[in-house]
Each structure stands twice: as C-alpha cells, then as structure tokens.
C-alpha cells in the first residue's frame, strides 16, 4: 500500500492525474463509490476543521467504512508510540489510516495501513499542498512559470514545508518572505528561488510582481517551544509590520490572486476587509480541499488496478499514475517524465 508523507511522494506526473480525478469526482452529483469495501481510520493528534472534516467526508462519499479515533482517547495518551498505533490499525484490517501528529515526521511500521499525512508537526501537510496547486492551476490555467510569494511564517509552517518540496518540481518559482525570526533555514528547502526577510525589502514590491500570495498564519500555538520565542513578532503589531493590509494589496495585481490554507486569523495576517476581494479564492481552497482528498485516498486504497501490471506504488514512495488514463489535453503534464508507465483510470476500465 502506497503512503503519502511528504510532497515528494507526488511525482509531477501524478498530479496531474490526481488533478485530473479530482475534476471528474467534483464533476460527478454521486461519486462512484471507489472505496467500496475499504476502511478509513481518521487519527487526529491535533486540532483540525477543514482537514479533517474533508477527509471524512471524501471517504464516506467513497464508500469507505470510516473510523475516527480522537488521539486523546487513545492509547496514544498512555503512551504508544504512533508506529504501534498504525500496526494495531493494520492488524484490525484498517487500509487506509489518516493521520494529523505534532511528530515532524511520520514514520509507518512495516505492518500498516496505508498512511496518508493530514499534517505532521512543522514538517509537511502535502494535500494541502496539492489543493493549492489545483486550486492555481484552475485560476491560471498552468503551473509553470507561476511566480508565489509566500508570506509569513515560513519557519513554523507544514505548509510552507511541502508548498516548497512540491511547487518547484512543477515550475512554479517561489519567493518566500517572514518576519527575520520566523525565516527558517535555506538549506532545509532548497528549491525554493529566493528567501528574504522582510525587515530588509518593501513588502509592496514582492506583491507587485507576484502572481499569487499565500499567506500563512503565524503558528503561534508552537512559537512557546521554539528557540527565538523572544525575538518573534507579536499579534498585536503583525498585520502593520508583515501582514497583507489593505493598503499593501493595491500592490497586487488584479489578476493576481490570493491564498490561504486556513484558518485566517483575519486582523493579524490579512486585514478584514479583503474577504470579499475578488482576488481571493480562500473558499475555493475549502471545496477543492474535498475533491482533492477523494483522489487521494483512492489512490491510497483505492479500488483500481494499473493497467500493464506492475505496483501501485514503491517504497514510501507513492506512484498514482494509475488516475492518469488517457489525460486530455488540458491536464497534460508540462513536465515529462522518464520510465511513465501507462495505467487505466477508475473511470475507464
Ligand atoms: N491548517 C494548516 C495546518 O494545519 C495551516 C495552519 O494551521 O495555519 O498546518
């Protein structure tokens, strides 16, 4: 069974082949229930709303059994490890685990479900990665060549981490900017094109030449365990100093466009006001959020064969290529990739 921990484990290819499934199920009023038979563990070791309420219910209009396990009243709060948690998954029969950890990394025993990160610690969240880079790709119709600033606090952020392992490989060219103290270290992501304080740039100028923003929140709930607590911004002065004001976004371009995964803590990085900005597509990110988690977990557990033999997926390393079918031109990957193997869609067999 395929896992999906990181951005990584996405090749470009598959993508657009998630991008692809994602269109059809959005497109479909009954989904095809893909996850007939399958059954879906949701565990949530952090607080979460639009995850977890996406998950749940992509699986469940799949047709999955789904259980949702509180982490507090597991025996993770007795102190099992979340490897010992995922075999107990496994041994139940549990095929897919859905999982949210404050662990940076999550590492599956060899007995488990297939594992899908619904964000760990301050290392990575790549499906919400992916539902930005739909939720691009649908306001611009490409990906490559894309300039996205992203704004914020880029040191604390899982967004950010699997925003910078993801959008480069499909052209996008990043420009990241934070408060000095929240900047974080250049060589952990090194495909992202260029990473700036912003006490040392005008804040204008990154908007004025950006396609996209994606603001994040600052993560204050983990600024109490980081080292340069002392030196970080506070809520009270964020917006003024760092946030996307009203006045700042005159800078914006009106095609460009702005994002956020969520939660907005609106008057501290985004000003109020811009919630009804026409630029904004903070609640086509909510719904895409849906469809792109369907694809997912079909892809984790779904119940498809690839076409031509050959596994769903290698070590870790997830290869969804079987979504891909035949891609009309519109989803044709710009980047091609060596060694493609050619697979059926759920839809097309
Ligand atoms: N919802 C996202 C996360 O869980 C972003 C955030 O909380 O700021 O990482």
Not at 192 to 207: C, G, I, P, Q, T
Request: aromatic content about 6%.
């Amino acid at each position: 069974m395929p896992h999906f921990l990181s951005a990584e484990d996405f090749s470009p290819r598959s993508v657009y082949a998630l991008f692809r499934l994602a269109g059809e199920l959005r497109a479909r009023q009954e989904p095809p229930k893909l996850l007939s038979g399958r059954s879906v563990a949701l565990l949530f070791g952090e607080p979460s709303t639009r995850t977890r309420l996406s998950f749940s219910l992509a699986a469940t209009r799949l047709g999955a059994e789904v259980l949702t396990l509180d982490e507090r009243l597991t025996s993770r709060a007795k102190g099992e490890t979340l490897a010992d948690t995922l075999e107990v998954l496994a041994l139940l029969g549990v095929d897919v685990a859905v999982v949210r950890t404050s662990e940076d990394v999550i590492r599956p025993p060899a007995l488990s479900p297939s594992v899908v990160s619904a964000g760990s610690g301050t290392g990575e969240h790549p499906t919400q990665a992916l539902l930005d880079a739909w939720t691009l790709y649908e306001a611009f119709g490409r990906l490559e060549g894309l300039r996205l600033l992203v704004l914020g606090d880029l040191r604390h952020s899982r967004v950010f981490g699997s925003h910078a392992r993801l959008l480069p490989r499909l052209g996008v060219r990043i420009t990241a900017a934070a408060p000095r103290a929240w900047l974080g270290r250049e060589e952990d992501l090194p495909g992202v094109a260029e990473r700036v304080a912003l006490e040392d740039v005008s804040l204008e100028d990154l908007l004025a030449s950006a396609d996209a923003v994606l603001v994040l929140r600052p993560q204050w709930e983990r600024h109490a365990h980081s080292a340069d607590a002392p030196a970080s911004p506070t809520p009270a002065s964020y917006l003024e100093r760092y946030g996307l004001t009203k006045a700042r976004a005159r800078a914006l371009r009106p095609e460009s466009r702005i994002l956020h995964p969520g939660p907005v803590t609106w008057g501290v990085e985004i000003d109020p006001s811009l919630r009804e900005d026409p630029r904004i597509l903070v609640r086509r990110q909510v719904e895409n959020g849906l469809y792109v988690r369907m694809a997912v977990l079909v892809a984790a557990g779904g119940n498809f064969e690839p076409c031509g033999g050959g596994a769903v997926a290698g070590e870790g390393n997830a290869d969804v290529e079987a979504l891909g079918g035949d891609l009309p031109p519109s989803f044709e990957p710009p980047v091609r990739e060596e060694g493609n193997r050619a697979f059926s869609s759920p839809f097309h067999r």
